[in-house]
């Protein structure tokens, strides 16, 4: 008894002296032993790229208690889309944790690979890396469209990242904090992991990322406002930002408890390119269960190539509330699915289940339809059978819809016991349905039980937006940084497109006061002072070459700025709003080329090809296109092409920054001066448009833009503007 009692006294010991070791953080540190870390704020630089990191853990048994410390990396550059880095690399062992640390301003904040059994708790990785989005409110930029859809070297990398998880199983993600930066968990060739409890919200791309993972448990996680390219009202893109993305091969997974609403598409999954090749595999057997993927601007949740099961689900004011493309064997039971345009839309799906329902005031309540053909080069329509058929509609309440069934191309459906209440029409069908039986007797509902065995979670957070919280697709304002917060004052224009001199606008942020300092290109405003919220009126001068500024004051609350600084209560800050595009005259040339008149060999080439009569010509205000396929003219395509643009522009003396958007290679000249030179189509990799901005000194009066852009095939973007600084 005594020999036990002092090996308890021994292990006590040991476990307290390993603790009592309080070290400072040191660029290059290397840690392989549980530690604490003295608390302080640390300004440390990683190398340029990931390969260089700030500090590196490995080995076994490690507890790391960074004691609310805090990193700060990218020390001489001020913007998140200019962060680099890699703060915290773990690799190569195996119970390892990390708790209470604290990152920003890197590219990667921690990654992990290889470690079984990875802990990261209470920990705030917010403010880290983000594009700087070249949408705005009128018009939607195609650069700004991500693709997640290969990982195997990496490539989701160029995005960054809060936390970047590779070959790590049994690893447990809790309580952790992610805002303000692009994405937030991002996870590859994980297995078995418990992710709970964390905060992963306004961010400007994923909330969490799944990529050949299986058997993981995400549970009751806020995963709210991950999204850009929205402008209410103006276009709806989503830009394959989401608060779920699961990607190529990934099975089993458990989706619970996790508010996902106001995201690009709540929940996004893709069978990935394997299945597309081969038709084999897929994103098999994942359940989403008593989520809340509303208010997305494009898919409450989209399940593609696959079989799933959705059950209790709210899905409210999304474009679609299900897309299901080529979904089979797929379960859609007892979702609540509320005033979208679409509930529940599945082309070529085959053995799915839509019961017990409840749909209310949608557009469409269920849409199935089939191609009469589909693409001879596609591995996966060719290995598979992909008609529409075989589905069981049963046991689902329609109340306030406007069309509940539009179904076509369709066999061997059967639907029974729905009700229908006040809806405006019931069917929508062509004769090429097949083998449908409908015997819609309106019948007590039963009540069945889910079947659902899912882990306890001790302590489980209410993930759900509180009643109080804004809501609803007015409520997404999408900044050049991402989703606005409420954390700060903004003034935000709620009329981008009026064409008139009149302008409306809403004061957001904290509680306070607002004031007006100075006004430029105006002729008059409703008030000058009120308390936040307020809205505002503008009468703009249109004939002032400023465009429009208002500058303004807050006094209230404490902010939190959209890059993370805090500033304190009854603490001054300014903030404003600029209308600085500048007015541009463009004509427009395109001409057809081929491989032995390609001007993107020479210039000999370009020369001999613009010498030539135009195929089309335009005028327009706004260099602003995107083209699928090639150009079409008189009933004709025509791939591949040039464009050629001259702009007239007239400024004031100043500073300006030139934007440019293209596939696939394009030159500017400002003034004869070669001011952008991407002339090598082969320096892009990703399936993605490239941008590029410039800085310019312009001096008072005319100057003269020429535009070159060259495309050899499938997609192509010109997106040219000039903006004030």
């Not at 070297?153 to 690893?171: H, S």
């Not at 749909?359 to 309540?365: A, G, I, L, Q, V």
């Not at 005259?585 to 090809?609: C, G, I, Q, R, Y």
């Amino acid at each position: 008894m005594k020999h036990l009692l002092l090996l308890n006294i021994l292990i006590y010991s040991f476990a307290n002296h390993s603790f009592s070791q309080v070290i400072e953080l040191k660029n290059g540190l290397k840690i392989h032993s549980s530690v604490k870390i003295k608390k302080d704020f640390y300004l440390l630089d990683a190398g340029k790229d990931l390969q260089a990191p700030v500090i590196e853990i490995e080995g076994n048994d490690i507890v790391v208690d960074f004691n609310d410390a805090t990193i700060k990396g990218s020390n001489d550059k001020q913007m998140p889309d200019e962060f680099y880095g890699l703060a915290v690399l773990i690799k190569s062992g195996k119970n390892i944790t990390i708790k209470n640390l604290n990152i920003r301003s890197f590219k990667v904040a921690l990654m992990a690979r290889n470690v079984q059994g990875l802990i990261i708790e209470h920990c705030n990785f917010s403010y880290n890396y983000r594009q700087h989005l070249n949408s705005t409110q009128q018009k939607e930029d195609v650069s700004d469209w991500m693709s997640y859809h290969h990982n195997e070297n990496d490539e989701w990398l160029r995005y960054g990242a809060a936390m970047y998880l590779r070959g790590c199983n049994n690893a447990v993600i809790n309580n952790n904090l992610v805002n303000g930066g692009q994405c937030a968990l991002m996870m590859t060739d994980c297995n078995d992991a418990m992710i709970y409890n964390n905060d992963f919200s306004f961010n400007s791309g994923i909330g969490i990322g799944l990529y050949k993972s299986s058997r993981n448990k995400i549970m009751h996680n806020k995963l709210d406002w991950n999204v850009r390219g929205f402008s209410y009202e103006v276009y709806y893109r989503g830009q394959d930002s989401a608060a779920i993305l699961v990607f190529e091969q990934c099975n089993e997974n458990v989706f619970a408890y996790n508010s996902a609403t106001h995201s690009g598409d709540g929940f996004f999954l893709w069978a990935g390119q394997t299945t597309m090749d081969t038709g084999k595999g897929g994103c098999n057997d994942n359940l989403l269960y008593k989520n809340d993927f509303s208010y997305a601007p494009t898919n409450g949740v989209e399940l593609t190539f696959s079989r799933n099961k959705i059950i209790r689900n709210k899905i409210e004011e999304c474009d679609n509330g299900i897309w299901g493309g080529y979904s089979y064997n797929t379960l859609i039971r007892k979702n609540e699915i509320i005033g979208n345009k679409t509930a529940i839309a599945i082309e070529q799906g085959q053995d799915n289940k839509i019961l017990s329902n409840t749909f209310r005031d949608n557009n469409t309540s269920i849409k199935l339809w089939a191609r009469k053909d589909q693409p001879k080069d596609w591995g996966y329509a060719q290995n598979r059978d992909v008609r529409s058929m075989r589905y069981e509609i049963a046991d689902n309440v329609f109340n306030h819809e406007h069309l509940v069934n539009d179904i076509s191309n369709t066999s061997d459906l059967v639907g029974r016991n729905n009700y229908y209440k006040n809806c405006d029409s019931l069917f929508r069908q062509d004769t090429t349905i097949s083998n449908a039986y409908m015997t819609d007797v309106p019948v007590l509902i039963r009540e069945t039980e889910d079947d659902i065995n899912l882990p306890e979670i001790k302590n489980a957070q209410d993930a759900f937006l509180s009643k109080s919280h804004p809501k609803g697709k007015k409520e997404m304002r999408i900044t050049e940084w991402g989703p606005y917060d409420y954390k700060y004052p903004m003034i935000w224009n709620t009329n981008p497109q009026s064409q008139s001199d009149t302008l409306q606008f809403d004061i957001l942020g904290p509680k306070g006061k607002w004031k007006m300092i100075d006004a430029k290109g105006i002729k008059n405003i409703s008030i000058k002072e009120g308390v936040v919220p307020s809205k505002i009126i503008v009468i703009t001068n249109k004939a002032e070459k400023s465009g429009v500024v208002l500058e303004m004051g807050f006094i209230g609350d404490e902010i939190t700025t959209q890059f993370g600084e805090k500033i304190k209560a009854g603490t001054p800050y300014r903030f404003n709003y600029k209308e600085s595009f500048v007015p541009i005259s463009w004509s427009v040339n395109w001409f057809a080329f081929d491989s032995a008149s390609d001007p993107v060999e020479s210039a000999e080439k370009m020369k001999a090809l613009v010498e030539k009569q135009s195929l089309k010509q335009e005028t327009t205000a706004d260099l602003h296109y995107a083209w699928w396929g090639g150009i079409k003219e008189s009933g004709k395509v025509y791939s591949p092409f040039l464009t050629t643009a001259t702009g007239k522009v007239e400024v004031e003396e100043g500073k300006y920054e030139l934007n440019v958007t293209w596939n696939d290679v394009v030159r500017i000249y400002v003034d004869d001066l070669l001011a952008i030179d991407e002339w090598k189509p082969v320096k892009f990799l990703f399936d993605e448009s490239p941008h590029k901005r410039v800085k310019l000194n312009l001096s008072a009066g005319q100057h003269i833009i020429r535009v070159e852009q060259a495309a050899s095939g499938g997609f192509a973007s010109l997106v040219v503007n000039l903006k004030r600084l």
